[in-house]
């Protein structure tokens, strides 16, 4: 055999060697991925908005007569709608979110009972509107909010009277102050828009209005709502 021939053979036993250990060495060579996705950021939920919301309220009045004496309750139920307006406020990196919320509601608080007197007459009271100042407290992990709620309230009282009456009397009207707690969930649907699901439980005081002798109302009312908020 040649030196020529002996040259082509080592060349070719070499390059059938090569071949033969590519898998391997393209199996054991580091792969390139590109850069780690970057985690997934917290939603902010610090700002300030202004919204809308409706649905239905509960409500029973607590009427006392001591004359008499009576005492009775007055049960009532209305659809409810209104506007909110707040600020909330959300650490960097922290799922717990702090804000502070106003809100007024209109309402039709209607109904009536017997007043347990000698004349078998009614007492009837009708509440319009309410309000209340709250704080929120809520945890929120990414673009959906979970929270509760309290502070001071206020319903009005439009009319109360007795309906009617052997002795006709004039129909009294009162702002009652209170206390309002409560829970929901806000999901943010986009960074400015914001929808949400709300109940609150609140407790007016007793006041005393004087017809031909003193009668004192109270209030405590259930709510259920929908809301829809615009956050900047």
Known sequence: M??????????GTALLALTAAQPTLAADAPVYKGPAPAAAALFNWSGCYIGVNAGGVWGRSNIDIPAYPSNFNIDMSS??????????????GSAFVVGIEGDGSW??????????GALA????????????IRGRLGWAPGPTLWYVTGGAAWAH?????FIPGAVVTV?????????????????????????????????YERRRYVYLGPVDVNLTTSTIRARASFKW
């Open 2 to 11: 040649g030196d020529a021939m002996k040259r082509i053979l080592l060349a």
């Open 79 to 92: 659809i409810a709608a209104g506007g909110q307006i707040g600020c909330n406020w959300q650490a960097p």
């Open 157 to 161: 009282l439009a009319n109360g009277n």
């Open 121 to 132: 007459e009614r007492y009837g009271t009708r509440w319009d509107w309410s309000a209340s």
């Open 171 to 203: 129909a009294q009207s009162g702002t009652h102050a209170g206390w309002i707690v409560g829970a929901g969930v806000e999901h943010a649907v986009t960074p400015n828009w914001i929808l949400g699901l709300e109940y609150l439980y609140a407790a």
């Open 107 to 116: 309402m039709n608080l209607d109904g009536s009972a017997l007043s347990g």
